[in-house]
Structure formats: structure tokens, C-alpha cells
């Protein structure tokens, strides 16, 4: 436990993450509610949401969690489903933008990528996130206190190494990292700098966190292959992003802000 003058405690406050219940959003949630936080798990997929609440009630009561079915492509909904936070765990203090998505043909060539899946993943990575920063995060610029905090990649900062994927799949599926991944996670750092100079002097910091590969289920050559272009020498853990993302959340980063913080065992320093 926490002692109680530590920086990193995040006891009581209201946390939202979208994409909550994914490969990087699970954990997260469940480093912010052991800091103390209460958390709302957001996420599209009714199914997974459930089976993630179950999963985190394990080591949160039942009264600091809370799990919302919301497409944050619609406006609409994410205003819904912020009565619905305020009314049950309270006024929201910290917006995690987790959520990305997959399109139907993500794994296409970039010559024949579709323009319609393109825009679904902007309009979950780019849009969403800004319209959660919308309803969100006026609220945090209102109270004068608020920590946002955004899921990049390490390939909205440099190009994927093309060479990697030959002979890799996912789930037994050829893969590869689509120009649409990188230019969404592009364009959310430039948000993230925008925003930060937009609310600073309103009390909201926003920051952004910007994973390396994460191990989800890559054969072995991806896994070797991808390992042996990092300094660490190998992928990152699921757990890996949650306690940077503490560290942005808390008062331990009170003065940072605009920060892109990068946690990729070093694969961008080379």
C-alpha cells in the first residue's frame, strides 16, 4: 500500500479508459484502481467489458468500477455515459484515451487500403479521442484540475521496419502495421500538444504515453525479429504501460505536460 503523503496515490479520483477492456486497457485499469482510483471502463464490445469488470472486481469493490458499452465515435453517447459516471462514481478527473480500432481490411496493402476503413480507424483513433477530450475534459478545464492522457504508438514516431513481418502472423494471420495505424497515432500526438497548450492554464495537463510492440499472441518470428530491433531485447508486457500511465495520471507529474512519454525498451533510439 501506498503511504498517504505518496504523489502517486490517485485515492477517490474518477478515472475514465476508453478501450478498457483491451490488450494494453485492462491492466491500465487495474494499476489506477490498486493507486485508489475509481475507475469507469469504457469500451465498444459489450461481451468484453463484463468479462473485464469481472476480472478487476477481484482487487476493486464493486462501487469503484464501473463498465459503459459506448461507441466514442458518437457524441451523443459519451454524453450519456458521463451522467451516468457522475451520477455513480463522480465528476471526472482523469480521461485515459486508450481505444483503437481494427477495420475489417486492416491488414490490406496500402495501394488498395480501402477509404472507408481508413475512416473508420480515424474516426475511432482521432475523432473519439477528441470528442472524449470534448466532454470530458471541458468539465476537468471548468474545475480547474485534470489529467489526460493518451495511447500513441511507437509507429505514429518512426516507421515500422517493413522487414519484420515476413513470415509473421498474429493469431495464425498475416500481418503488418497499415499507414492508417501510424497516421492516426500521428495525428493524436499533435492533440495531445494542442490540447496541452489549450488547457494548461486551466489546470489540465495532457500527456501521452507511446507503447512499443506488445506481446498479444505474434508467432516466434515476429516476436524474434521485433525483439532483436529493440536494446532491451524483447516486446513490451501488457503491464508495461500501466505504470507510466500512473505516473502522468498523478500529482507526480503535476509539471508535466505536453509530454510525449515513450515506452519502447528503446527501439526509437536507434
Known amino acids: 500500500m501506498l503511504p498517504a503523503e505518496s504523489p502517486f496515490r490517485l485515492q477517490g479520483r474518477v478515472c475514465v479508459v476508453t478501450g478498457g477492456a483491451g490488450i494494453v486497457g485492462e491492466p491500465m485499469c487495474a494499476a489506477l484502481l490498486r493507486h485508489g482510483a475509481r475507475v469507469a471502463l469504457v469500451d465498444a464490445r459489450a461481451e468484453a467489458v463484463e468479462a473485464a469488470r469481472m476480472r478487476l472486481l477481484r482487487i476493486a469493490p464493486e462501487g469503484d468500477l464501473l463498465g459503459l458499452t459506448v461507441d466514442i465515435r458518437s457524441r451523443d453517447a459519451l454524453v450519456d455515459a458521463r451522467g451516468e459516471i457522475d451520477a455513480r462514481l463522480g ?86 502495421t497499415p499507414a492508417v495505424y501510424s497516421a492516426s497515432k500521428a495525428a493524436l500526438l499533435g492533440l495531445t500538444r494542442y490540447l496541452a497548450a489549450y488547457w494548461g492554464h486551466r489546470g489540465v495537463r495532457v500527456n501521452a504515453i507511446t507503447p512499443g510492440g506488445v506481446f498479444s499472441g505474434q508467432n516466434d518470428t515476429f516476436v524474434s525479429r521485433y525483439s532483436a530491433r529493440v536494446p532491451l531485447g524483447r516486446m513490451a508486457d501488457r503491464e508495461d504501460m500501466a505504470s507510466a500511465l500512473v505516473y502522468l495520471a498523478s500529482d507526480a507529474a503535476a509539471y508535466v505536460t505536453g509530454h510525449n512519454l515513450v515506452v519502447d525498451g528503446g527501439l526509437s533510439a536507434w
Open 91 to 176: 465528476p471526472v478527473e482523469v480521461l485515459v484515451n486508450n481505444a483503437a480500432a481494427k477495420s475489417p481490411n486492416f491488414f490490406e496493402p496500402f495501394e488498395t487500403f480501402p477509404v472507408e476503413d481508413w475512416d473508420l480507424v480515424m474516426g475511432v483513433n482521432v475523432t473519439g479521442a477528441m470528442l472524449c477530450s470534448q466532454v470530458f475534459g471541458a468539465g476537468m478545464a471548468e474545475r480547474g484540475r485534470g489529467s489526460i492522457v493518451n495511447t500513441l504508438s511507437v509507429y505514429g514516431i518512426v516507421a515500422p521496419d517493413q522487414r519484420i513481418y515476413e513470415g509473421s502472423l498474429y493469431e495464425g494471420r498475416a500481418i503488418n
